[in-house]
């Protein structure tokens, strides 16, 4: 069996994604290092969660990755794959975080914490 029109369609912006961002990472090592991991390993884990989400931007992949690092420790059920699951439900990040237990406030707080970093990580060479 082949695959159908839609499955297409996906498979094919999902490329067309990470193209884009492959040639955003090339531009900015920092980002990926900023995150302890290889630029390899952040595209490839945006290539997975587009499988499950093709709307999903990488500033929003880059963002619940951030956001979960900082957070595991003290909030150990927030994690990127948790976000992104609230993301594809069609909720925002901060509704998404709020799910979570945290408070408008700290939801707030660590989004703009995640922003932060990945500024400042886009910054690095």
Partial sequence: MGRSGD?????GK???????????LSERHGMANGMSMSASQ???????????????KFGQFVAATTIA???????PNITT???????????SLSQTLQGF???ATQA?????????????SKREK
Avoid at 14 to 24: L, M, S, Y
Avoid at 42 to 56: D, F, I, M, R, W
Avoid at 81 to 91: E, F, H, P, R, T
Wanted: no cysteine; aromatic share 4%; glycine share 8%.
């Fill in 7 to 11: 499955d297409m369609d996906r498979a």
């Fill in 108 to 120: 707030k707080a660590a989004e703009e914490t995640a922003e932060k970093e990945i500024g400042e």
């Fill in 81 to 91: 794959n948790a976000i992104l699951q609230g993301l594809a439900s069609g909720k």
């Fill in 101 to 103: 237990g945290l408070s």
């Fill in 69 to 75: 690092q900082n957070l595991w420790m003290s909030n």
């Fill in 14 to 24: 999902a490329n067309e994604h990470a193209e884009e961002v492959a040639e955003e």
């Fill in 42 to 56: 952040l595209l490839s884990g945006y290539q997975a969660a587009l499988a499950t989400n093709p709307k999903l």
